[in-house]
């Protein structure tokens, strides 16, 4: 394999008051960003009076603290941020005030994993129950305490079901619904296996035979019924809240690179995949207590207008903003925006780079391989920058947006800034 390939493949985990039904019933706060992806694991936050100019000096870092390797992102609720990290020969849970960056407590869940595509962790917790999900970079599913720090369960998975690790790593990032925890494994029996939030204890196991791939499934409400949808390996499927097979559509992307999460688009599915795949556009339809999937749109190939390597797109507004990957992991990389409806690209911001991205007041929040902040408007007409800045060194995490407070880390450093207007 190209060590292009190799290098690249380490870039996938990488963004008012309401409750959020598929965070175990916990009530969170729209200024949460509580899971992979945000509140509502789409990369949108509802916040607003963020900065529209750029300030002097740029935004103004508020507590820059050391942290450790590893791909995860940082997920805050109630005034605490959390993210995994590897060192000294461990994977750590660590916790930290959201406000001033002061350690609360440092939990080590299991030894540390080593991969020459990249070592430490992949996945980002999820914080529901008064708890905090893990998954590590092995396949470790852990529950801690988030008052204290104390870990409750931890399941190694593939000690649970026959399996192997995927080859890059455990990338899924832990999703919460009802009082279930659920991963992709990809083990012979378990594709997909879904947890009790109290024990730890399997509530179902969703098996296919497929490798787990790299992407973190999503709960969303399609063809007028709520259901995980999960892209593994080779395919996209949509499970009910017991384990059922509820429809299924092939998806086969070279090494498995299946990364990018599924989006809810104008009420479809929408998947997207690097290694020259491309964007597909699903609609549902009901056929007796499961649904067959059609294809609204789709655009494959080496001439794709939207292949998301291992950036998930957002769904902003009627359009599609994300990262356009060219080639096989290749360095060539377009911010695009897409017109959903018919599939047509509304602007090309032509070799951006690498990076990753949220969304927050009408504006794209981005962060850049090299370790740049880039802020821009999010709208269709074209690519209008707010303004950017180097923040930390090389990265492959999205941000976290929290109270005005936006969070980014690389392997040795967690920053907070302010990103208020």
Known sequence: ?????????????????????????????????????????????????????????????????????????????????????QTDGQQFLLA???????????????????????????????????????????????RVNLATGDLTWKVPTFGRFPGKVADYGMACSPVIWGDAVIVTIGATEATVGAFDLKTGETRWTFGERETAGYSSPAVLKVGGKEQLVAFTGASVYGISKTGQRLWFYPYRTDYDCNIATPLLVDGKVFVSAGENHGSTLLSLIAVADRFRPSVAWESTGTGSVLRNEWQTSIYLDDYLYGFDNVGSAGPVTHLTC???????????????GKGN??????????????????????????????????VIETTRQAPSLSNGLLYLRDDAEIVCLNVKR
Do not use: H
């Not at 609360?104 to 994993?113: L, S």
């Not at 020459?116 to 996945?123: F, V």
């Open 1 to 85: 394999m190209k060590s292009s390939f190799r290098g690249a493949m380490w870039m996938i985990v990488l963004s008012g008051f309401g409750i959020l039904s598929a965070m175990g019933g916990s009530q969170v706060i729209a200024a949460d960003w509580p899971q992979f992806l945000g509140l509502n694991r789409n990369g949108i936050s509802s916040e607003t009076g963020l900065l529209d100019a750029w300030p002097d000096g740029g935004p103004e870092e508020v507590w820059r603290v050391p942290g450790g390797v590893g791909m995860s992102a940082v997920a805050v609720s109630g005034g605490t941020a959390c993210t995994l990290v």
């Open 357 to 390: 991205l949220i969304s927050a007041d009408g504006k794209l929040f981005m962060s850049t391989m090299k370790g740049e902040l880039v802020v821009a408007k999010a709208s269709p007409e074209g690519y209008q920058e707010i303004g950017r800045q180097q």
């Open 338 to 352: 897409v017109d959903p409806k018919t599939g047509k690209v509304a602007w090309q911001e032509a070799r951006f």
């Open 96 to 142: 930290l005030d959201a406000k001033t960056g002061k350690q609360k407590w440092r939990t080590a869940i299991v030894p540390e994993f080593r991969n020459q595509m990249g070592n430490g962790p992949r996945a980002t917790p999820a914080i529901a129950d008064g708890a905090a999900f893990v998954f590590t970079g092995d396949g470790t599913l852990a």
